[in-house]
């Protein structure tokens, strides 16, 4: 069995965890940190665990997590930066689900998130943990960075297609919309029922701060010599609580028939467990991937043109976190990668 806690349960990525982790066959979960919880039973806070989870949440304690195999963080950003050096010197392994060390660029990373960064020297050595592209580092990493919910979207759906270096990397445009649960489990008024509901409007298009991870993920599996993949992305919030659904546009720069494009997507992911390349012409909905670690591609050709579109869903707590860092977990503990995963999407 994996011994295994949890510090900042108490969000939605936490719940999530919790939820995956206490039906995980591996895993023992031993601690849930909370400071301003702490003796507060998880069940109590999380009505739907009652029967599943017994522990209570607890402060913070060196000697308890270092006691861990691993160590999940589900806090914001700079949280993690400052505790799991210590962790990491005393050799537990880690799994940060916060952006904390998905960035190589400190300099990029400080500009983005207003704070200087920590621990730099930890962030040049920390795994992306995409396992579609770093499923082999991530496997004898120590440190795992979660990939972002928009970014797990969105490279998903055009890995393929710079990878085989057919698309113009400087004219890649993403329009994505998500659910409001990925702001977080917190009060602020843009997210009450009265304000979101029956609503959809853009955020943040002059620059949010998924774009730099969106980018240097993108560049990394660009062929030698070509030039840097730049990206317009442009977040919007949807009326409904998780999923993530974006359309991605890019200029074809050389022939490719509709089948071909296809087939690229195709054998890119035929061996990837939760990417669904779904049949030509479909339109994959956020409902189908809800509560699941899957992300579902659909690539088309609009009247035979030059500008290509591919939608891609996702869960943003579950492929876009949670899930996502429990695929790494059993990746890094040489388990089957679909332990503990394998659940089809809730529907309705």
């Given at each position: 069995m994996i011994k295994v806690a949890i510090v900042g349960g108490t969000g939605y990525t936490g719940v999530e965890l919790l939820r995956l982790l206490t039906a995980h066959p591996q895993v023992e979960l031993v601690a849930i940190t909370s400071r301003a919880l702490a003796g507060t039973p998880v069940a109590e806070l999380f009505p739907s665990l009652r029967g599943h989870c017994d522990l209570a949440f607890c402060e913070p304690d060196l000697e308890q997590l270092v006691a861990c195999d691993l160590v999940f963080f589900a806090t914001p950003h700079g949280?993690?930066?400052a505790q799991v050096p210590e962790l990491i010197r005393r050799g537990v392994r880690v799994i940060d689900l916060s952006a904390d060390f998905r960035l190589r660029d400190i300099a990029n990373w400080e500009q983005w998130y207003g704070q200087k960064h920590a621990a730099p020297e930890?962030?040049?050595?920390?795994?992306?943990g995409l396992p579609?592209?770093?499923?082999?580092q991530i496997a004898g990493a120590q440190l795992v960075a979660c990939p972002g919910c928009y970014p797990t979207a969105i490279q998903l759906g055009w890995i393929p297609l710079l990878e085989a270096g057919i698309v113009d990397p400087v004219q890649l445009i993403a329009s994505a919309a998500s659910g409001a649960s990925g702001a977080g489990r917190q009060g602020k008024t843009e997210l009450l029922l009265?304000?979101?509901s029956d609503n959809f409007r853009a955020y943040a298009a002059g620059g949010h701060r998924h774009l730099p991870e969106i980018e240097q993920g993108l560049r990394r599996v660009q062929p030698s010599g070509a030039a840097a993949?730049?990206?317009?992305f442009v977040p919007h919030l949807l009326p409904m609580v998780r999923g993530i659904h974006a359309t991605l546009f890019a200029k074809l720069q050389a022939g490719q028939s509709a089948q071909e494009l296809q087939q690229l997507f195709e054998n890119r992911y035929k061996?990837?467990?939760f990417v669904d390349v779904m049949p030509a012409g479909s339109h994959p909905q956020t409902r189908s991937v809800r509560g699941t670690?899957?992300?579902r591609l659909a690539v088309m050709q609009p009247q035979g043109r030059d500008t290509l579109l591919v939608l891609s869903v996702i869960d943003n707590l579950a492929k876009g976190a949670s899930a996502q860092a429990v695929q790494n977990m059993n990746i890094m503990f040489g388990l089957i990668e679909t332990l503990g995963l394998e659940s089809?999407?809730?529907l309705p």
């Open positions: 949280v993690a930066q930890l962030a040049a050595q920390a795994v992306y579609e592209v770093n499923r082999a009265a304000e979101n993949a730049q990206v317009t061996d990837e467990p670690n899957i992300c089809p999407a809730l």
